[in-house]
């Protein structure tokens, strides 16, 4: 590593000043407009910390990374030791198992990620020209912790491509997977949509929109100021229905969103109102470019809700919005049918041990050619009509 730059490690992004932070992680926000990603910003993440919802006692002990040139910080990343695998979305649990099975211990880990978030961006927060000297310094500094930590491993998830190459240039392993986003064709409206997809595609997508929306209440769209405190105690009784089902417990705690409340210019609050009562909702985050979708819940089942919630009001709102994507998270071909495409992920994986970093890299070989042909495969089953197809 390059010895003009100091790395120095954080237990708390408070340690950190949000002005150095946010100049590496959110450089573009200078001009007054939304972060592209908000993800990564000084404030969500503090909301993380001071919430609870990471911290002592879940898995997840910040050692954020500060790397400094003359006293200047050119570039962060925040960084993680966990105990567990909850909460990644980038499964490393057969890696683990393996590991101890033949006596090693994988845990504890480093971790360089967005707590609980499956959204793609930068992890290597640097200064805007500052990039190659800034990433290579956060690839040595971990490494070098790592190994002066006797950690098994260190895994930076939902990376950029670029990102996972430079790494991979440094003796890191590079993994492929895949999401479901939608993409904005310059589309005028929904109906603008449906108009490229199949007629038999397009026919199930309008059945489902009316299935969805006769439920016998309506659907509203909150951002800003519209998005009121007793609008989150309701959403965190769907976001408590739905993590004690797929997780066991839920990940965040009820402060956090609070604290969120205050990021609400940045939040788009999907509900689905019986009256005055919600009876489901869908909580995403806008970026500059992209609306991104987090979580969603109900009280009630209704038929068809959940999409329209998740996946047809977000892409509404993104083109009203001018926004070029929609990413709705981890996983679900059942987006597919819906216009939502899959497009690789990117993750770099850093392994102590020879003997099961060659064992890891054998099966990410594989990994990526079954991603690629996946990808490829579910891209042809896409709805969207052949160009020879006249629309109808």
């Known amino acids: ?8 490690l954080h237990s708390d992004i408070s340690e950190i000043d949000e002005s150095d932070w946010n100049a590496c992680a959110c450089p573009e926000t ?5 972060a592209f990603d908000p993800f990564t910003t000084h404030r969500f993440l503090a909301a993380l910390e001071a919430s609870g919802s990471v911290g002592p006692g879940t898995g997840w002990d910040a050692r954020h990374v500060v790397a400094r040139m003359g ?3 050119i570039a962060v990343a925040p960084l993680y030791v966990k105990s567990h695998s909850q909460g990644e979305y980038v499964f490393d649990h057969g890696w683990a198992d393996a590991y101890e099975r033949a006596g090693g211990r994988y845990y504890p880990k480093l971790q360089c990620a967005v707590p609980f978030t499956p959204v ?5 927060l640097t200064l805007p020209g500052l990039e190659e000297a800034g990433r290579r310094a956060l ?7 790592a190994e002066g930590a006797g950690v098994s491993s260190i895994h930076i998830t939902f990376c950029t491509e670029d990102e996972a190459e430079l790494a991979e240039d440094a003796g890191w392993l590079h993994r492929i997977g895949q999401q479901f986003h939608w993409i904005n064709r310059d589309y005028a409206s929904f109906d603008d949509f449906l108009g490229e997809l199949s007629s038999r595609k397009r026919k199930a997508l309008r059945k ?3 299935r969805a929306q006769a439920f016998g209440g309506e659907i509203v769209q909150l951002t800003g100021d519209d998005i009121r405190p007793e609008h989150w105690d309701a959403f965190w009784s769907f976001y408590q229905d739905t993590g004690s089902r797929k997780w ?10 609070d604290r969120l409340h205050e990021m609400r210019e940045d939040v788009l609050l999907v509900l689905a109102m019986n009256g005055p009562r919600p009876i489901a909702g869908a909580l995403n985050l806008i970026g500059r470019e ?3 979708g987090r979580y969603w819940g109900c009280i009630e089942d209704q038929p068809f809700l959940h999409f329209e919630l998740c996946y047809h009001q977000a892409v509404d709102f993104a083109i009203a919005h001018g926004l070029s994507r929609v990413e709705a998270g981890a996983q679900g071909e059942h987006k597919l049918a819906r216009g939502y495409l899959p497009v690789p992920t990117h993750s770099a994986h850093w392994i102590a041990h020879p003997g099961l970093r060659r064992a890891v890299a054998d099966y990410l070989e594989a990994e990526r050619a079954a991603v690629d042909e996946d990808i490829e495969i579910l891209t042809e089953m896409g709805p969207f009509r052949a160009p020879k197809e006249p629309e109808r």
């Open 139 to 145: 690839l040595a500094g971990m490494a070098q912790i």
């Open 1 to 8: 590593m390059d010895q003009s730059v100091e790395i120095t």
């Open 30 to 34: 200078g001009d007054g407009q939304r």
């Open 120 to 124: 793609a961006g930068r992890r290597l």
């Open 248 to 257: 066991g417990r839920p990940y965040l705690t009820r402060d956090f969103f």
């Open 290 to 292: 992209a609306l991104f």
């Open 208 to 210: 489902e929109r009316q």
């Open 71 to 73: 006293g200047q910080v």
